[in-house]
Nanobody, 124 residues
Framework: QLQLVESGGGLVQPGGSLNLSCAAP????????VGWFRQAPGKEREGVSC????????YYGNGVKGRFTISRDNAKGTVLLQMNSLDPGDPAVYFC?????????????????WGQGAQVTVTS
C-alpha cells in the first residue's frame, strides 16, 4: 500500500475555488488510477471524481459535475482536483486514494491506499 498525502485544503467563501493535490512520496502516480472522495460529518464517504490509469478517462459524482476537474501533473507525479463554484454542500474532508478501479459509480470500497485527508470549509 502506498502512503498518499493531500494538500491544498482550506477555507473559502461560497462561489470560490480551491485546488487539491494528491502525492505519493517516492512514487509517481502517473500510471495509477486515482480517486477523490469526501466525507462530511455524519455522512458516508462519497465518490467525487476519479481518473483512470489506462487512458486518463475521468468520472465525476453527480454533485460536482461541471464544477470540479481532476487532472494529472505528470511532471510532478501528482493528481489534482480543481474545485470551482464551491457551495455549502461541498464542505468535507477530502481524501485521495489509489489501488482501485476508476469507473462509475465511484466506490471507495475497492481502493486500498488512502491519504489522511484535507479539510475543505465553505463559509461566508
Amino acid at each position: 500500500q502506498l502512503q498518499l498525502v493531500e494538500s491544498g485544503g482550506g477555507l473559502v467563501q461560497p462561489g470560490g475555488s480551491l485546488n487539491l493535490s494528491c502525492a505519493a512520496p517516492g512514487f509517481h502516480l502517473r500510471y495509477s488510477a486515482v480517486g477523490w472522495f469526501r466525507q462530511a460529518p455524519g455522512k458516508e464517504r462519497e465518490g467525487v471524481s476519479c481518473i483512470a490509469a489506462s487512458d486518463g478517462t475521468t468520472y465525476y459524482g453527480n454533485g460536482v459535475k461541471g464544477r470540479f476537474t481532476i487532472s494529472r501533473d505528470n511532471a510532478k507525479g501528482t493528481v489534482l482536483l480543481q474545485m470551482n463554484s464551491l457551495d455549502p454542500g461541498d464542505p468535507a474532508v477530502y481524501f485521495c486514494a489509489t489501488g482501485g478501479p476508476c469507473w462509475p459509480p465511484i466506490s471507495s470500497r475497492e481502493f486500498t491506499s488512502w491519504g489522511q485527508g484535507a479539510q475543505v470549509t465553505v463559509t461566508s
